[in-house]
């Protein structure tokens, strides 16, 4: 999951009445058309999650207080909404996204960490109907990272704050555990059959799983794929692309100790936990893709100076583009890239920027070219009432002129890289928090946030 704090909208609602409701748009006869939706209703702080035609998402309340909201998929109609609350997340993960699972065709279950204490359990993990909202089931919780979604289950971190923390892999119709391992861990890629699991310790590990079981498949120290001395303190991504897993984990400096941990990019083969390619010592750039897609990243050097910027093949790590660092320009830019992410554009707020092509590596004109970057690189943490501090709503992209430096006041649809796809939709929030779609993918794809 990527660590981001300050780093890490087609509205075609009629006038007034159907300002929350979603309708298809209406262009000019020959152009193609998509299901477009756009839902102000709901201030979304997480990430959406899609099952049986439902997307949920993490929102906050005018009063500050969490609460899990479900939006139609086809409309963006508000179907239910129930209290929610951070129970031991760390505030460098972002607000936990509800955790979506199919369990029928049209059918499915939406589990979420609910304010409702239970004795010495300071909340629960509640399961709802996708669909109306009714409860199945309730699961006591001291601290956790949230719900994610593993195959056709759910996968659990619980007890993260206590020595007895374990990930369980739960029914999402009963609750019932199905198997369960210890330590802390999160899911980086699942299918029906199979999950990879990355193990939260001083030497993390990779390891994969059956899905239905818990029987390990392989298993792969992290340090191993990297190099000695990795500390997922600065944060870590992972990706897939085909076979293969993409992972980044970011550098980590010591305060007492004044030391780098070791950092970089590398693969590994779904089916037995093979390292492909690895790429040491570089830093992953934001806003790009999914490390899974299109990585993008810049050298540091052993002095911590950074060099240019590279775009890698995902499939083979090799280098598909590059600036170097001496085409860099000066400093108060920020980093902008076009749907294709064939340019890298340096956005410098109020005044003319500059761009280069990537495959060629030459400056490109920046005249009428536009780039998607952070609508804000300095935002304010979330006003929670009774939760931790520090939380951040996930990232809102905006489209600039790189010419003038200026935001376009019309608004557009973010890249693909941006938002990635689930079963055909892209959900995306603004920077107000309302939640926009538009169908106009197929399948699911990765995008920033992995």
């Known amino acids: 999951m990527p660590v981001i704090r300050s780093l890490a909208q087609p509205a075609l609602a009629l006038a007034g009445v159907l300002a929350l409701a979603g309708c298809s748009s209406s262009k000019a006869a020959g152009e193609q058309t998509h299901p477009t939706w756009r839902n102000d ?15 949920a998402v993490t929102s906050m309340r005018a009063d500050g207080t969490l609460e899990t909201t479900a939006l139609d998929l086809a409309t963006g109609r508000k179907l239910w ?9 760390l505030p460098g993960m972002g607000v936990q996204p509800p955790a979506a699972v199919d369990t029928a065709p049209g059918q499915g279950v939406v589990a ?15 399961a709802v109907d996708a669909r109306t909202g009714q409860r199945r089931w309730s699961r006591p919780i001291h601290s956790t990272f949230g719900p994610q979604r593993c195959g056709p289950y759910f996968c659990v971190s619980e007890n993260t704050a206590l020595a007895s923390a374990r990930m369980v892999v739960l029914d999402p119709l009963t609750g019932r555990t199905l198997w369960r391992l210890p330590g802390i861990a999160e899911v980086e890629w699942s299918d029906a059959a199979r999950v990879v699991m990355l193990r939260m310790a001083r030497h ?7 899905v239905k079981t818990g029987e390990p498949v392989w298993r792969l120290p992290v340090e191993q794929a990297l190099n000695t001395g990795v500390d997922l303190s600065g944060g ?4 897939a692309t085909g076979g293969d897993l993409v992972g980044y984990v970011a550098p980590y400096t010591n305060p007492e100790k004044k030391r780098t941990s070791s950092f970089g990019v590398f693969s590994v083969r779904l089916a037995d936990g093979r390292v492909n390619w690895l790429r040491p010592s570089v830093v992953r750039v934001y806003p790009s893709g999914s490390p899974g897609l299109a990585p993008i990243v810049r050298p540091v050097d052993e002095q911590g ?3 240019g910027f590279a775009r890698l093949d995902p499939g083979t790590g090799r280098v598909t583009g590059q600036i170097t660092s001496e085409q860099v320009p000066g400093t108060g830019w920020w980093l902008a890239f076009p749907g294709d992410m064939g340019r890298l554009g340096f956005l410098k707020p109020g005044a003319a920027g500059s761009a280069f092509d990537l495959a060629s590596g030459r400056a490109a004109p920046v005249r009428g070219q536009h780039g998607w970057s952070f609508c804000v690189t300095d935002p304010k943490p979330l006003p929670l009432r009774e939760a931790a501090q520090g939380f951040y709503s996930v990232a809102a992209l ?20 941006f938002t990635g796809s689930q079963d055909g939709w892209r959900l995306w929030r603004d920077e107000k928090g309302a939640v926009h779609a538009v169908r106009d993918a197929t399948g699911t794809a990765p995008g920033m946030y992995g």
Request: glycine letters at 10%; one cysteine or more.
């Open 236 to 239: 870590w991504a992972f990706g």
């Open 81 to 89: 909404a129930h209290p929610a609350t951070i129970a031991g997340r």
């Open 41 to 55: 209703e709901v201030n979304a702080v997480s990430r959406a999650t899609v099952a049986a035609g439902v997307a």
């Open 204 to 210: 993390p590990v990779l390891s994969a799983h059956d």
């Open 112 to 126: 979420a960490v609910d304010p409702v204490a239970q004795g010495r359990w300071t909340a629960s993990l509640a």
């Open 305 to 307: 100076q950074y060099g």
């Open 398 to 417: 905006c489209e600039f002129d790189l010419a003038t430096g200026r935001r376009l006041s019309a608004a557009g649809t973010p890249p693909a890289w």
